[in-house]
């Protein structure tokens, strides 16, 4: 039995844990991987302490003070379910059943998915949904970035680097995204942003030859040896099925980071908190740990 399962080691994961076992609580983390998405970030420019760091460093450091504390890392699990009787939360992973008096729920997001013919067939032969993975696989090709806000952007700046030449595809009608971001990209003559424009089709033979888009009503073919789909996140709740969420699917909280249900809370991007930042977060979840630690003084 313990006090307090964190579910997710990205920032908000990570930062509740670590604030748990400080307020001297018996914590475990359960998590498919550490850092989440803050760990397939490129450059990192807006983190406080870091005025340049990127993605895998900053998760490398997150973990690093995850490892001072006597916290109980349970990794390459993934939870498939959470369910709460009586004063007892219920975690069931795809690996074990865990019991916790609390729980801070701290999944994050996942990419979400093109849903076109092709998308499926070529996943790991020329597309990808992580540019920090894969960007150095396509040095010296044409590629495509498909997207239009910051993922998208942090994919092209990692890109611009790497590929030949990068094609961002973008359905509406223009970028969107940091101002600082967008200018450099927009500013760099290896890119070339297809505002308007959509992804109807990926193609080759054993990888990638190219898309099929349509753009102004005209179906015309780009010739791509990768492509980068980075058109937004889905939150990782499906296994929590009594939290009220919003049309998104992401866990309403109050300024507490409180659930509907008592005893459960949630932090980060699988939350409804404005602004989706590896800094709010971090911060999110350093709230969730204080809010489970006034739980668990009244209830134990």
């Known amino acids: 039995m313990y006090d307090l399962i964190v579910i997710g080691a990205g920032p908000a994961g990570i930062t509740a844990a670590i604030y748990a076992a400080r307020k001297k609580i018996d914590v475990a983390v359960i998590t498919k991987d550490i850092g989440g998405q803050a760990a397939l970030s490129g450059d990192i420019e807006n983190y406080t302490g870091y005025q340049f760091i990127t993605g895998p460093e900053l998760a490398a450091k997150f973990e690093e003070h995850l490892n001072k504390f006597a916290i109980q890392l349970k990794e390459n699990e993934e939870v498939i379910e959470v369910q709460k009787k009586e004063a007892i939360v219920w ?85 969107t995204g940091d101002p600082i971001m967008r200018e450099k990209v927009e500013s760099s003559k290896s890119v070339t942003v297809l505002n308007n424009t959509q992804v109807t089709e990926v193609f080759g033979d054993n990888l990638i030859k190219g898309i099929k888009i349509k753009k102004a009503g005209k179906q015309e073919e780009l010739k791509v040896e990768g492509v980068f789909v980075e058109i937004g996140l889905i939150p990782n709740t499906a296994f929590v099925q009594e939290l009220d969420k919003n049309e998104l699917g992401e866990i309403k909280v109050n300024a507490r980071n409180e659930t509907n249900i008592p005893g459960i809370f949630a932090a980060g991007d699988v939350t409804d908190v404005a602004e989706k930042q590896i800094i709010i977060a971090a911060g999110e979840g350093s709230k969730a740990a204080l809010s489970a630690f006034r739980y668990l003084s009244k209830v134990r």
């Open 91 to 175: 975690v069931k992973s795809n690996k074990d059943i865990y019991e916790a008096k609390t729980v801070i729920i701290a999944s994050g997001k996942r990419s979400r998915e093109l849903g076109v013919p092709g998308e499926k067939e070529f996943k790991n032969r020329g597309l990808t949904y992580c540019a920090t993975c894969d960007a150095p696989l396509f040095s010296g090709k044409d590629v495509a970035v498909i997207g239009g806000g910051n993922s998208a952007l942090d994919a092209a700046l990692q890109l611009m680097k790497i590929a030949k030449h990068t094609y961002i595809i973008n359905i509406t009608s223009s970028l």
